[in-house]
């Protein structure tokens, strides 16, 4: 068992710099407000922006979010 939990934290600590990678290369969120105020219309770009290479990322970082959550659950068992 011993030997499983090690396994696990090493994935554990893989996913957490993998995770802080992948949070730190996002690009801000600063056309929000600003592009709602001053009338920023839909381009191709915003349509199609989940099948970019930052679309990937976002949804990358969604499921290693989930992972890091769920065996963060897993380590915290006493087994």
């Avoid at 990322?57 to 959550?69: G, Q, Y």
């Amino acid at each position: 068992m011993d030997i499983l939990r090690a396994i696990v934290q090493i994935v554990y600590i893989g996913i957490c710099i993998v995770l802080t990678v992948i949070v730190l290369k996002q690009e801000g969120k600063s056309s929000g407000l600003s592009g709602a105020l001053t009338g920023g219309s839909e381009s191709y770009w915003t349509k199609n922006k989940g099948r970019s290479a930052e679309g990937m990322i976002v949804r990358s970082t969604k499921i290693l979010a989930a992972l890091f959550i769920v065996l963060s659950v897993v380590l915290n068992l006493n087994w």
